[in-house]
């Protein structure tokens, strides 16, 4: 019923770029807002940022101008824009999907697997 696949995911020295993407598959759900969250090892999952259906973004303060989220409704996809990255940006960015079934009310949080991001000093 639901798919959140990420991609775009790898290694790069500090300073550079990245561009993830989540793409999502799904059948009798509707997506509502989606968002990316990051987790280093031993530490917790954090927020990284979110774009609701309508476009409106948020940002974590760790992140704010150096990441841009954006969506392509027609395709079901979110990006993850990355620039300036700094080695404490390390850690596997899981995709998260807010859904709700058709004609429904009640939301539902769905995650993709997660693709690993490695910066070097």
């Known amino acids: 019923q639901v798919q959140l696949v990420e991609s775009g995911g790898g290694l790069v020295q500090a300073g550079g770029s990245l561009k993830l993407s989540c793409a999502a598959s799904?059948?009798?759900?509707?997506?509502?807002?989606m968002g990316w969250y990051r987790q280093a090892p031993g530490k917790q999952r954090e927020y990284v940022a979110v774009i609701t259906s309508g476009g409106t973004t948020n940002y974590a303060d760790s992140v704010k101008g150096r990441f841009t989220i954006s969506r392509d409704n027609s395709k079901n996809t979110v990006y993850l824009q990355m620039n300036s990255l700094k080695p404490e940006d390390t850690g596997v960015y899981y995709c998260k999907a807010t859904i709700s079934r058709i004609l429904g009310s009640r939301r539902y949080d769905h995650w993709g697997q997660g693709t690993q991001v490695t910066v070097s000093p």
């Open positions: 799904v059948t009798i759900f509707t997506i509502n807002d």
